[in-house]
């Protein structure tokens, strides 16, 4: 991107360039103009519609399996091409190490949702925990499901992740099976437009499933329904205008907002400045001050430490700041870039004057700092500065004013106590990380303070050398926080999909509940066909399917040689003069010995599709068996999972998940478990 590119916006199943200029966009290391970008003549109505109407059923005809096996070949496809995105990032101000973060760390969230379809069913919907029994009988039971939205995921992002930004959330509504419209900040979205290009052109994900709009988007909201979900990350301020919009209310929309926090770091008391996690402590301050260039959500704001380390602490930073060079990300050399623009150093000098009414600059807070290939006055950067804040229970600004840039305040405290409390001052963060040794200290920090942080971070020298630090959130954990971070979620694995999905509860026969979810239920039918299920391949089983087992009469002969081979001698099954005082009538079976008994009833030894044991979901024993009882066993197909083949050559196969109740002559169910077994599929027949 050598010259100015006018950005067109992807809507309606093509580019459309607009019509009018609305916002130019510099390079904010060296200042010139590179691109231009407008939403003025998009008709968003026309936009959500085509969502909602062409991608919307597209995704939805696709099961969790499919959908997760798409987003896969979408990460493949970018990784290929990822490094072509690393000098346009260049242009954000942001070094190499950031643009890793934003780049391939996006693309990351995109395997690690594609590997979590294996959570869900090969199904286009989700059957959520355990039937709830409705009636005495049993013939009347309810169950959750979860589907597809029909409606659009407009995905409003802030300008300093213009690819993570992206990548995190589609990856989430695509698995679920919703559309996106994403609205990348008018500041960065020449990076994101750079990326949409290589993925519509892929063709890998169905006409209408993304559409991309840049600009400031203004009007984007005043069109969404209820069936619609909308996410917005970037300031607390515009996330609660935005959130109380007629539209959002009237409707009843879902919104999700990650806004900016006040995060804080806690020194605890145990560490000393002569401590390797002393050392820990700084280089995670010194990093989260200067990654982006302070240009983070999740970045350190509060440094809480000590009143009687406060000068050690003091002068250890100031020691590791000094070292960061600044200048453009070009040269290897630059460790800190530039801030994304001229208006956002301003904003960001307008913070710490604030904060300076009551604190005091210890370190930068000048003009007085090199930068290496690049020009101060033409670029936007800024040097990091180092705050103090010394009565910060009774100064409060530093809990309630962010400078969105590398500018941290250090703060005093006397007691853990008061540490906890001057973390809560933030009013809702979405990280906090305390540095300790001590797991009590550690355990009264988060039961005190977890109620104000989306994620918690315990770092010390035990998990520093793979910990991925205080700002990096993750895929399979909730990234979001209360309060004043904005209350919501993102991600977090299975959890992060159940937004985009609707949680409707389902009432019936268990026969019709288990035919409707393709799960077996308690009180269902269930048939025995005349070929044992050990002899069919996966595709012919059916579930509800049932082996009923000849029986067996359990003998004192059985206990004992049970005690023998496992070497479980426990007293009630092996000292009948020892059952005073238990609950235990006379000499009892092993359950383990029940459920082996049991699969040696219900197991056909002949060599067939069944290729294997996969273990045991789930047992129970319900009842005691005492010799001279008799036990038989009902064998159901309760679920079937696909497996995809990893390989060419690997045999086509999926689990099976069998019910197996074994009961007594009284036709109570003495024991309750679930077995999985990996049973050929019938192309490998």
């Not at 589609?170 to 919703?178: P, R, T, Y």
């Not at 006409?207 to 917005?232: M, N, P, R």
């Not at 996690?277 to 959500?297: D, H, L, P, S």
Request: proline share 4%.
């Amino acid at each position: 991107m050598t010259k100015l590119v006018k950005q067109a916006n992807y809507i309606l199943g093509k580019w459309i360039k607009p019509k009018k200029e609305d916002l130019l966009q510099i390079d904010a290391v060296h200042g010139n103009i590179i691109s231009s970008c407008s939403s003025i003549d998009v008709d968003f109505k026309a936009v959500l519609k085509f969502g909602r109407e062409k991608g919307g059923p597209a995704l939805r005809k696709m099961t969790f399996h499919e959908r997760g096996r798409m987003i896969k070949a979408l990460a493949l496809h970018l990784h290929g091409m990822r490094k072509k995105y690393y000098p346009i990032s260049y242009m954000t101000g942001a070094t190499r190490s950031d643009s890793w973060v934003d780049i391939e760390g996006g693309i990351g969230n995109l395997f690690a949702y594609a590997s979590l379809r294996k959570k869900f069913p090969n199904e286009t919907f989700y059957t959520e925990g355990e039937a709830a029994p409705l009636s005495k009988g049993g013939s009347f039971i309810g169950h959750h499901v979860m589907v597809p939205r029909h409606g659009v995921a407009v995905h409003i992002n802030a300008f300093n992740f213009p690819i993570w930004g992206m990548l995190e959330k589609i990856a989430v509504n695509l698995l679920a099976g919703m559309p996106a419209v994403v609205k990348p900040s008018e500041v960065t979205s020449f990076l994101t437009y750079e990326m949409v290009q290589d993925i519509i052109k892929s063709k890998i994900l169905p006409e209408g499933a993304l559409q991309l709009v840049s600009g400031s988007g203004i009007g984007i909201l005043d069109h969404v329904q209820s069936q619609d979900v909308v996410t917005f990350t970037g300031s607390a301020s515009t996330g609660k205008k935005l959130k109380t919009l007629p539209s959002i209310i009237d409707n009843s929309v879902h919104f999700n907002m990650e806004a900016d926090s006040l995060n804080a770091i806690v020194l605890a008391p145990d560490v000393s400045p002569d401590s390797e996690n002393f050392k820990i402590f700084i280089k995670e301050v010194r990093k989260e001050m200067t990654v982006k260039a302070g240009q983070k959500c999740t970045a350190i704001r509060r440094i809480i430490v000590p009143e009687k380390y406060v000068e050690e602490v003091q002068k250890a930073l100031i020691a590791q700041l000094k070292k960061v060079t600044i200048g453009d990300p070009n040269d290897e050399t630059v460790r800190m870039g530039s801030l994304v623009s001229r208006k956002q150093v301003e904003e960001v000098q307008k913070s710490i004057d604030i904060l300076t009414q009551n604190s005091e600059v210890v370190y930068g807070g000048n003009n007085k700092y090199k930068v290496i290939g690049a020009d101060k006055k033409e670029g936007c950067f800024m040097q990091p500065t180092l705050l103090l804040n010394p009565k910060p229970l009774k100064h409060k600004e530093s809990h309630e004013v962010e400078a969105f840039g590398p500018v941290s305040t250090i703060m005093p405290y006397k007691r853990i106590s008061d540490a906890i409390k001057l973390s809560n001052l933030g009013k809702g963060s979405l990280v906090s990380t305390i540095v300790t040794g001590d797991p009590k200290t550690a355990k009264t920090y988060m039961v005190e303070s977890a109620a104000y942080h989306g994620r918690i971070l315990f770092l010390n020298e035990e998990s520093a050398k793979e910990s991925t630090g205080h700002g990096a959130p993750m895929p399979m954990l909730s990234h979001g926080g209360p309060g004043r971070a904005g209350g919501g979620e993102e991600m977090g694995g299975i959890r992060g999909v159940f937004h985009y999905l609707q949680r409707t509860a389902i009432q019936g026969h268990p026969t019709m509940i288990g035919k409707v979810t393709n799960q077996f239920q308690v009180g269902g039918a269930q048939p025995e066909k005349t070929v044992h299920v050990f002899r069919k391949h996966f595709e012919e089983l059916e579930v509800g399917e049932t082996v009923f087992t000849h029986k067996h009469t359990v003998s004192d002969a059985d206990i004992i040689n049970f005690a023998n081979v496992s070497g479980d001698n426990f007293y009630a099954h092996t000292d009948a003069t020892s059952l005073d005082g238990t609950i235990f009538e006379k000499r009892v079976a092993h359950g383990y010995f029940v459920l082996a008994k049991a699969a040696g009833l219900f197991v056909d030894p002949k060599k067939g599709p069944v290729l294997l044991n996969y273990g045991i979901d789930e047992c129970r024993f319900t009842k005691p068996v005492y010799p001279g009882m008799t036990i038989g066993v009902k064998l159901t197909v309760k679920e079937k999972i696909d497996q995809e083949k990893r390989e060419e050559g690997d045999i086509a196969k999926g689990i099976v998940k069998f019910l197996v109740d074994v009961y007594d002559e009284t036709g109570e169910t003495v024991a309750l478990a679930t077995i999985l077994t990996m049973v050929k599929k019938l192309e490998d027949k």
